[in-house]
């Protein structure tokens, strides 16, 4: 079942706090008039004329709910005025505040919380395709962070070349980012950068497990070595920009 609001209790309880007193106000009138119609009734006249009766039950009712309001105004600024005894802010207790008891065991019960939740933390603990508590991954989602490079390297190669095709959901990163194999060293074996990429991708993508954090450290390094290329290349373009608009100038 759901539970209501804050604002819908409130709501709730203001309104069966009206209803309660419509009703018992309700019952007093009418309790009053019968009473006051009784005693006409009974009276040797049949009239208000030297009813006394009349006149006793009016004074006691009247008097019984003047006495009501006046209980349940103090009672409303009673209230009111404990609650804003009440400190907006939070303030710590100093020794002068509570007695030294009080304030002893209140001390050691924070130290107490404190020391728990610092034995609870997580120490060489290894999640799958997460990085390990304490280290410098600590909280990166190796998947995730692996597959939000790829708008970052598009983004930055399309500084290089504006006619950069677009990317494709499925493409792989090889066949994508095809026009900066040129510009990308090979070692060895004959493999760029982008190739130790676009494995990274295709497993982030593809394989059920999640990476290790060796994969992950091997694709970051790629992308590094991708970026600081562009970040080479766009340098240039806008050099070799600069001294040529410095020759049309002079």
Partial sequence: MRKLSLR??????DI???LLVLVTGCFFAISGALLLSQAIRTSPFKSWTNNWDAVIIAATYLLVCIISIALCVKRRITVRRRLQRI???HHSIVRREVPQPVHEYISQEFARSCLVSYESQPRNTVHSGWGRPGTRLSSIRFRRALLDTIAEIDARTRLVIPSHPNLKPHARMLHHFRFLLPLLPK???GLSELHYY???????RTVDREPTEEEYQRGMDA????LQMLR???SEMLEDSRVQ???VMS
């Fill in 8 to 13: 819908a209790q409130a709501w709730v309880s």
């Fill in 87 to 89: 400190a907006k802010t």
């Fill in 187 to 189: 070692d060895e074996e």
């Fill in 198 to 204: 676009d494995s990274a991708i295709q497993l982030a």
């Fill in 245 to 247: 608009m410095n020759n």
């Fill in 16 to 18: 069966c706090y009206a």
């Fill in 232 to 234: 080479e290349c766009r």
């Fill in 223 to 226: 992308v590094a070595s991708i």
